[in-house]
């Protein structure tokens, strides 16, 4: 089992960049696909972004694709979103989550561990 903690986040301007982490406790991590997820005020957890525990595959939501990069580090127990061109819509309590499981899975009920949640706030 792991516990994760979120942190990076912050008030950006639109156009601007954040790099959000999340630090992983446990010697399992690198058995866990790893995901983003948001939630905006009033709406939905969507999912963001994943990678698998190797980190050799990626999966995007259309909404970030181009935009957010996703990418671990197994030696630091922690993986990371880089999210560049941020738009006011981006604005949301991110997440990150870990699936126990190979691929790149992209719903949340995939994802047994969850973190506290960071604060991404987009102004325009």
């Known amino acids: 089992q792991v516990q994760l903690v979120e942190s990076g986040g912050g008030l950006v301007q639109a156009g601007g960049s954040l790099r959000l982490s999340c630090a992983a406790s446990?010697?399992?991590?690198?058995?866990?696909?790893m995901g983003w997820f948001r939630q905006a005020p009033g709406k939905e957890r969507e999912f963001v972004a994943t990678?698998?525990?190797?980190?050799?595959?990626?999966y995007y939501a259309d909404s970030v694709k181009g935009r957010f990069t996703i990418s671990r580090d197994n030696a630091k127990n922690t993986v990371y979103l880089q999210m560049s061109s941020l738009k006011p819509e981006d604005t949301a309590v991110y997440y990150c989550?870990?699936?126990?499981?190979?691929?790149?899975?992209?719903?949340?009920?995939?994802?047994?561990?969850w973190g506290q949640g960071t604060q991404v706030t987009v102004s325009s």
């Open positions: 446990g010697r399992t991590f690198s058995s866990y696909a």
């Open positions: 989550a870990a699936a126990p499981q190979s691929g790149v899975p992209s719903t949340d009920r995939q994802y047994y561990t």
């Open positions: 990678i698998s525990w190797s980190g050799d595959r990626t």
